[in-house]
């Protein structure tokens, strides 16, 4: 609350002794002698607070000092205190807060804790069983709902005569002391431990103020919430709370039902526990005892109808607008339509005239009889005596005023319900105002909490009610109906139909973040306690156990409370006082009665803003003419007339004159016997100018809050305003002036409370928050500018007429013009531009208070800069309203037609060519070109029609002079190009400048336009020729009525962008020079279907060109690529998801849209698969068809169909060689050979599978030819395919193309390495934006892959092996040609040998194809790294590495025999298998596993037969020579010897070494695992025999053969094929050849092995 102050310069030092200088008085007199209170040596007094024979001050420097009668203090019982004691026990802590009950103090430190001394004869100090506490004491205030319990921090306190309240930091108040002014729900006093006052939980506290025995709150307005529909009765009286009285001639509705209930009573519903008086049921709350879902309150402030804009839905609400009663209700229902509104009248008024059996109508309340009063806090159970229902009746009276009754319809029936209630005996006193704990659990939101809830339903209610204003005479507002209850009264339906147009908000558009960083205005006041003299405000005398709310201040905008011994002060931020309860003295500064109901206080002076509540008088401190406050006193009045002392009293608030002569009072402070000023002394005009902002922003508030509720709101009640969008730009003014209006009042009151405070001028609200300020004047600028432009207060002239020459003079003291005869236009148009003179002002002061400070200082620096940012916001809005007046005053001269389609809020002209100093080139002689250039858009008029260019998308430059374009400007649009040419230089330069700042300002979407003929000062801006820009294209052919939104380049769409065509078609990605170029995705809607085509991909000048992705609305999706919008290359076609009625795939070459080439053909609902040519979709000459029932075809094909010579296969090997007419289909000569090798050759026709006509001869060949036959037939197979090398031809292409190359080989090598760099980052640069695509290691990857391997001297090993691992890397990428070339030729592979291909037929055909891939890969290598010798050649050796090698057989040095000179063979196979053959692997090796399966099964059982003897047994069955017999073995480690039953012990580690076969993929890995195996035997046997030794084949063949036995390696026969069929040719011959060798005849012995 109040910081230290840090003294900046030395005027600010000089300054601060004489801030806070203490005067006190004797109360009880007008005519005072304002003292100075001694004994405080210039310390700076911030805070002061009075009880009723003593004082407490608060220094700037934390300290607390006492002084008056203080009998708590030893030693000065008796006496009295007249110079201030300082408080010892508070030393230390730095206070920051004081409050004195009228014999108790308080105290809170900065870390929020609360101290509390002097009399504790009830409780108030918190202490227990101790009548009196003399030293300041802490005391714990602990919340028990947290676990742990947490330690509650406290803001601020107000101690009243025996009690205590205080508010913590998350806006609860916490309670202790005696008496129903706790608020708390007990009966036990005196409560000693702190307690929440759970009734106000979880709703903002803003301030609390105590009374000697009630309490007041101020707390801040829930957010509008959607309207819950009301209940129609009060849930304690059973009153209905919409009554209906039958006049002659209409009905009176009254809602001012007042429940007289104030007491808390148990209620039987326990769960919903109500302590609802007045009318807070009328809001539709459902009020229970924590609200916590509480008050759904409308922003309404006064005004009888509000509308809600959801559909058709309307709401009634009556409500009091009388200033000056006070009395304010405002209630809403919610009715879904007109029709309801009608119904629900009608049945209300029936239901209410049934039970009105008669009126009792009373006029005048009689005052009850003290006895009579239920003074106490809890009545006992009273009896329905007379007396009860008297004091009843004049409660309820007393409530609303001397006119309820006439409009009060409940009368005696009512009354009797509310006894019955009332009287309800109850079996102990205490039930009734226990009744069970209090509702659900408050929400304990913290401040920025609420302020985030509240901004989010202020966003919600921005617009929420209509304003009409209609005054009666009543002191409720009431709707007048017709007699006839059966029709409601037509203007009231209409006023409700017409809820739909108009719906502006005049109570504040309310803005979270203000409210958030200055004083909330939408404020409640709540009160609670004794109400005997009528101090709670509720319009009765009773006590009140819980707090309620004073209705009848809502929507008033109190801003501060005050509460004196029996009387209660609330000040508004329009600078006035409500006031309320007792009167004996005249401190309510009126003398209206009754005193129950807050009612205005009569102050002279200029406004309010502050005010003290002493025990029986009140002080005011309001603004005088100079700005130097004058203080008003009100109450006791002593005169001394000859001795003889008469008590009078003030007839109204008396201006205390001494006061103000001692200085500018800060602070007032009122109390028992004594007043008390704070005063500053005005060093340097600082207090002055701080004391003028803010006395000039409250009357600036008053101003605009006159305007909004005498001008404003009639105006938006008129009818027949204009066309609807004249209606909405009037609205929109009206809801921003309420939000600069309320903003202005927020400042007032937070201005207020910092002249009560420190004064630190950088802690100006002004300085601060400045944004909230400028934005809303900027907002409100805008708002009326636009309306102005169109012609608004023309319009509004005409119908308001009637009102406007009612209210002449008012309209003129409003607006400041004093000029006779002025125009009503004008008159408007002054007044609300009004508020932006406030502007200077702030400024102007701003400057004045820097001038307090040297220069140097930081406060000048930041009051200086603020200064002038006010002054240039002012410049910049006058300017925007000279702009507005400019296009203004041209639509005027403007012809008609074109104004209507032209003329739009936002607006404004720069400047037009009717001055014909712009024309356009080679225009006809007759044409009339004019020109006309807005903010927004450069329109070209002709004769009857003009065409608007929006200045986002149009460049301008001047076109330069040789070119005979003398002063030509060339204007570039989207679709249009022209040259403009001005009449002389000086033309052609304005117009330049005009349109390139018009451009610029469009661009940036500020508007800080240069007027036309403005001075020439600001720098002259060129747009940027490539921007962001929405545009519509209105002729182009292909984009026509498309809208394109992205980016340009010179009138071209250029980089990304998104295209919406009308009819559906969208294309987001990449532009170049005005077509798609590069990556994007395209859908085209598919209006059958409803669904859309998509393609994602690349393309290139318009079109799809490069790879992409296409999904078909039918389901179809085809992935590879595309040229001209076709499908032209390779790629993969999915026909259908499995479950569909024809799944299919396609996987090949595809040109202009149609397959064409090798391509495989996977038909999955007839299991059959395709290999072969295609030519215009259809299957066209040679390929090959397997079926999943083993069915082999391959041979010619022609339009789908077999056609001409083939071979056809069955599973069981019978074999058809011949002519084919159709699929299956045999149609004449050929061979059929059986399994068993008969064959048949002649005439053949049928279906295969079907019966076959033959004519032909049969053959039965001798055993001998048998074998040599049946491989001829299968030999054969193959020859009827498509050559491997003619396969995937595209695949390869399309990677010679990426390499930049036409053809295979053709081309620049180093361009194709460029190509790679660029296919490289440009690839990493589209995933930089996304990072999840890429892993870490690819991205390692990538940085490896940027470095490419050096061709420079000799090629040696060194560098072969640099080649192999960049091509591992390459491989691993799909971003680098060659990697994708990998990837396309994997994913084909397994396509075509996968499922029904998985063929053993297919084995050759599979083999062969890797064998073409290596050659055409390495032809690409050899092309990417030139000096990579040819296929076959070798790479010679250093000597280092082949000296000592020893031959594996020989036992001499190798001298190679086998190969001429020593090196390293360079081979396809050797280079790139380890590369393919892994990602190859799986459907090969099952093809493998599928061929070699009868041998298999065979050597397999061999095998497992074999297996079970031991290990001794085995050796000897091999005829394994006994001296290679291990003789021990290591078994885990420890060596043993070999028994007799000794099992899969020898060799063990030659066994495992061969085991590793299976782990392997290349060739080449497994000869060296067989190589190993080779070792480690010779290691076993050398070890046995320990001796040199040479093996010969005949020895070592046995042994080995045991090896390959006890490997147990299931699939052996395929792992010996697959090396056999791909290992390098040169090694046939080699050592590793020879050992191949061994283990495949090892494969074969052991096939044959008859067991003996």
Known sequence: MFQRQIVQSSEEAEGAKERGLVYVWKAGSCLVTPERLPGLSGKTVLQAALGIHHGLLLTEGGEVYSFGKLPWRSGLEESRANSPILENTLLGHHVITVAAGSFHNGAVTESGVVYMWGNNSAGQCAVANQPCVPEPQPISISDSETSPLLSVRILQLACGEEHTLALSLSREIWAWGSGCQLGLITTTFPVTKPQKVEHLAGRVVLQIACGAFHSLALVQCLPVQEMKPIPERCNHCSQLLITMTDKEDHVIISDSHCCPLGIALSDNQPENHVFCPSLETLEGKHVTSSQSEDCQKPLVEEHTLVALESDGASMLSSNDGQEDSGISSPGNILFPDKKEVKEYLISLSERSLNESLEKNICTE??????????????????????????????????????????????????????????????????????????????????????????????????????????????????????????????????????????????????????????????????????????????????????????????????????????????????????????????????????????????????????????????????????????????????????????????????????????????????????????????????????????????????????????????????????????????????????????????HGASLSSFLHGVKEARSLAILKHSSLFLDSYTEYCTSVTNFLVMGGFMLLAKPAIDFLSKNQELLQKLCEKNEENLQLVEVLNALFFMPFGRLHNYARTLLKLATCFEVASPEYQKLQDSSSCYESLAVHLGRKRKEAEYTLGFWKTFPGKMTDSLRKPERRLICESSNRGLSLQHAGRFSVNWFILFNDALVHAQFSTHHIFPLSTLWVEALSEEAGNVNGLKITTPEEQFVLVSSTPQEKTKWLRAISQAVDQALKGTSDLILYGAGGNVPRQEPPISRSAKYTFYKDPRFKDAVYDGRWLSGKPHGRGILKWADGRMYSGTFRTGLEDGYGEYRVPNKVLNKDDRYVGYWKEGKMCGHGVYSYATGEVYEGCFQDNMRHGHGLLRSGKLTSSSPSMFIGQWTMDKKSGYGVFDDITRGEKYMGMWQDDLCQGNGVVV???????????????????????????????????????????????????????????????????????????????????????????????????????????????????????????????DNIAVALTTNRRQHKDSPELLSRSHTQTLESLEFIPQHIGAFTLEKYENIKKYLIKACDTPLHPLGKLVETLVAVYRMTYVGVGANRRLLQEAVREIKSYLKRIFQLVRFLFPDLPEEGSTIPFLATETKGRRSFCSGKSDSRSESPEPGYVVTSFGLLLPVLLPRLYPPLFMLYALENEREEDIYWECVLRLNKQTDMALLSFLGVQAKFWPGTVSILGESRKVSSNTKDACFASAVECLQQISTTFTPADKLKVIQQTFEEISQNVLETLQEDFLWSMDDLFPVFLYVVLRARIRNLGSEVHLIEDLMDPYLQHGEQGIMFTTLKACYYQIQHEKLT
């Open 1187 to 1313: 079926t999943q029932f083993g069915l082999y075809y391959e041979g010619a094909f022609s339009t789908n169909k077999m056609m001409g010579t083939g071979i056809l296969l069955s599973e069981d090997d019978t074999v058809y060689e011949g002519e084919f007419s159709d699929n299956w289909t045999l149609s004449g000569k050929g061979t059929l050979t059986l399994p068993n090798g008969d064959y048949i050759e002649g005439l053949f026709s049928g279906e295969w599978g079907s019966g076959i006509k033959i004519t032909g001869t049969y053959f039965k060949p001798s055993l001998y030819e048998n074998e040599k036959d049946k491989s001829k037939a299968l030999r054969k197979l193959g020859i009827l395919a498509v050559p491997p090398d003619d396969k995937w031809k595209a695949v390869f292409e399309e990677c010679w193309n990426q390499l930049g190359c036409e053809s295979p080989g053709q081309g620049d090598r180093w361009k194709a390495w």
């Open 365 to 746: 309340p009689e005052q009850p009889s003290q006895e009579e009063q239920l003074g106490a806090c809890i009545p006992g159970t009273p009896g329905t005596s007379t007396s009860a229902l008297n004091s009843l009746v004049a409660s309820c009276a007393s409530a609303v005023g001397v006119r309820v009754a006439a409009t009060y319809e409940a009368g005696a029936l009512s009354l009797k319900k509310v006894m019955n209630f009332y009287g309800t005996p109850s079996s102990e006193p205490g039930s009734q105002s226990g009744g069970g704990s209090p509702g659900p659990e408050a929400l304990k939101d913290s401040r920025e909490e609420q302020v985030r809830l509240e901004s989010m339903q202020g966003k919600k209610s921005s617009s929420l009610v209509d304003i009409r204003e209609e005054e009666s005479e009543g002191g409720s507002r009431r709707l007048s109906l017709p007699g006839l209850l059966s029709q409601v009264s037509p203007r009231l339906l209409r006023k409700v139909g017409r809820a739909k147009m108009r719906t502006v908000a005049l109570t504040p558009t309310y803005s979270g973040e203000a409210d958030a960083l200055l004083p909330s205005l939408r404020t409640e006041v709540w009160s609670w306690g004794k109400g005997k003299e009528g101090q709670l405000g509720h319009g009765d005398v009773l006590p009140r156990l819980q707090p309620l709310c004073v209705k009848s201040l809502d929507g008033k905008e109190v801003i501060h409370l005050s509460a004196g011994g029996h009387h209660s002060l609330a000040l508004t931020a329009k600078s006035q006082v409500y006031s309320w309860g007792s009167n004996i003295s005249g401190q309510l500064g009126h003398w209206n009665s009754p005193t129950t109901v807050p009612r205005l206080a009569k102050v002279c002076g200029d406004g309010v803003w502050s005010t003290a509540a002493g025990l029986d008088y009140s002080l005011f401190l309001a603004d005088e003419q100079d700005f130097q406050p004058g203080l008003y006193y009100s109450g006791q009045e002593t005169t001394t007339e000859n001795n003889f002392y008469e008590n009078n009293c003030t007839k109204s608030p008396v201006l205390l004159l001494s006061c103000s002569k001692i200085g500018y009072i800060s602070n007032v402070i009122a109390g028992g016997d004594n007043c008390l000023v704070l005063v500053d002394k005005n060093v340097m005009g600082y207090i002055a100018s701080l004391h003028e902002l803010a006395s000039t922003e409250r009357r600036f508030y008053f101003k605009l809050s006159e305007i909004k509720s005498q001008v404003l709101r009639p105006l938006l009640g008129l009818d027949n305003l204009g066309n609807a969008n004249t209606i909405q730009l009037l609205q929109e003014m009206a809801s921003r002036f309420s939000k600069l209006c309320y903003l202005i009042g927020q």
